[in-house]
Each structure stands twice: as C-alpha cells, then as structure tokens.
C-alpha cells in the first residue's frame, strides 16, 4: 500500500514539474496576472474542503444519514485551448455512512481526470472519470479488515463548478460511484445491508494555483 501511495505522489509531482516547464519563468505567479506568457487555463496547486457523504442501496430495508467528513489533495492543469483544459488530481477523501446500529468510515485516494470547460474567464465547469483506491474502513475508532468484505477499488464520475479570484479556486462538484463498495459474496449483517450499495459525495472547497 505504501507502494501505491508513494507511486501516485510521484506522478502528480511529475506532472506539476511539467507544469511549470510551460511558462517563461520558475517563479510561482498570479494566474490574471497581466503580462503572464502562460495560459490561464494550466498550472497546478493544492485544494481541500467538506465532503458530504451519501449511499446508493437500491435493495432497500435501511435509513442512511449522510456523513460529513473532508477531503485534501493537489492538482495540475495543462491547456489545451483557451476554453478546453485537462485537469488530473490525487486526493485523499473521507467519505462513508451513519446508520442505526454503525458508523461506517471508508478512507480513498480519488483520482479524477477532468476535462475544464471555461465559458467566463474566472469561471469553469469540470466533467470527468474518476478512480479510487480504497485505504482505510472503521466503524468509529475499530478498523475493519477491508480485504474480506470491500472492493478495493471503485470508479465513477464527477461533475461541478468552480470560481476563481486571483490565485484562488472556490468549487462544488459530485462524486459519482459507479462500483459497489462490498463484494458480491458480503452482506453486512450489522446493519442488514447487502452488497448493492455505492459511494456518492457531494464536495466544496477552496484551492491555491500558480503557473
């Protein structure tokens, strides 16, 4: 597992590296700076903020409170016309659910790539797939052995809005999960919950980006 995570920091930092390589400088600028040789559309940085948790169970027979929890990680963009980028992004993301009788915590490094669509100069739309690697379950302080029971990876979508103000980056978004988050053969008899049930969180936060 340490290899993985040491694995995808290396990537972002890679593509960060290449980032840079872009403008006439090293030197981290604004990104409406007036007289920046770089498009406004590329660069890279950090961001954090709220996830608010939920779960899909199609079969039914229990109540689920969304959790609220959080999520950090760093991003690059790179340009691929003044409208059209792409963005990809690591973030560790907590997310899981609350029922009756279970606190259920499930730890993710997400990693979306994001087509950036800007209709307005400080404002743009992401749209995207996304991949997670599942690291961590607990139901509160306990940790749960998650290679019996979970999928140890989930895929899906997400889609959102984000607003920018000098070197500063606002957004919502959706985080669709598309695979189950149990195994086919699991049932979890605490909660009476079977395997069809997906991730779904709904996001906001603040970023820092430089050319």
Do not use: C
Not at 31 to 56: M, Q, Y
Not at 114 to 130: A, K, R, T, W, Y
Request: glycine share 10%; charged share 20%; hydrophobic share 35%.
């Amino acid at each position: 597992m340490k290899k993985i995570t040491f694995l995808l920091l290396a990537i972002l930092l890679s593509t960060a590296g290449f980032a840079q390589k872009r403008v006439t400088t090293t030197a981290p600028i604004n990104h409406n700076l007036e007289g920046s040789t770089a498009p406004e559309n590329t660069g890279f940085g950090i961001k954090g903020g709220l996830n608010f948790s939920d779960v899909r169970n199609t079969d039914g027979g229990v109540n689920f409170d969304p959790k609220t929890s959080y999520h950090v990680g760093a991003f690059a963009q790179f340009s691929i016309t003044d409208w059209f980028s792409l963005q990809p992004e690591v973030i560790y993301s907590r997310k899981g659910y609350d029922s009756t009788n279970v606190a259920r915590r499930l730890d993710y490094f997400d990693v979306p790539l994001l087509l950036v669509f800007n209709p307005l100069d400080n404002v743009s739309i992401h749209v995207g797939p996304q991949v997670s690697l599942l690291m961590t379950v607990k139901d509160g302080d306990k940790e749960i052995n998650k290679e019996d029971s979970y999928n140890s990876l989930d895929y899906g979508m997400v889609g959102g809005v984000e607003a920018r103000l000098s070197i500063f980056r606002f957004g919502a978004r959706y985080n669709l999960g598309l695979n189950q988050i149990y195994q086919d053969t699991y049932r979890d008899i605490a909660t009476n919950v079977n395997r069809d049930m997906k991730n779904g969180a709904f996001q906001v936060y603040v970023g820092v980006g430089f050319h």
